[in-house]
Nanobody, 127 residues
Framework: EVQLVESGGGLVQPGGSLTLSCAAS????????IGWFRQAPGKEREGVSC????????LYGDSVRGRFSMSGNNAKNTVYLKMNVVKPEDTAVYFC????????????????????WGKGTPVTVSS
């Protein structure tokens, strides 16, 4: 069964850090572009970051660049999103998704040919 399972969300204070994980099963993450997306209440889903072997490096949306860092562990078939200096506007449900490719369009990350989505993990930034 193809699955993407996010974990690591929770409550964090402004200025703090949090690391999200996305574990894949049923397929190899290395065969796809993997992105992190988020959706705040009442807002559209926003692409935060993505990484693919063809890109050679992680891409970040302007709202998180310099604060968030994406990495992967092929042996564990898992990708991570390290969130630093979090802000209240980072509050959202965070999803990982596997796509054919991803790119930065304007100030956001876009995924194309989405293959599978995880169910998300909620992040709340509040004091």
């Amino acid at each position: 069964e193809v699955q993407l399972v996010e974990s690591g969300g929770g409550l964090v204070q402004p200025g703090g850090s949090l690391t999200l994980s996305c574990a894949a099963s049923g397929f190899s993450l290395g065969d796809y572009a993997i992105g992190w997306f988020r959706q705040a209440p009442g807002k559209e889903r926003e692409g935060v970051s993505c990484i693919s072997s063809s890109a050679g490096k992680a891409l970040y949306g302007d709202s998180v660049r310099g604060r968030f860092s994406m990495s992967g562990n092929n042996a564990k078939n898992t990708v991570y999103l390290k969130m630093n200096v979090v802000k209240p506007e980072d509050t959202a449900v965070y999803f990982c998704g596997a796509a054919s490719r991803c790119a930065k369009v304007g100030d956001q990350i876009m995924g194309y040919g989405m293959y599978h989505w995880g169910k998300g993990t909620p992040v709340t930034v509040s004091s």
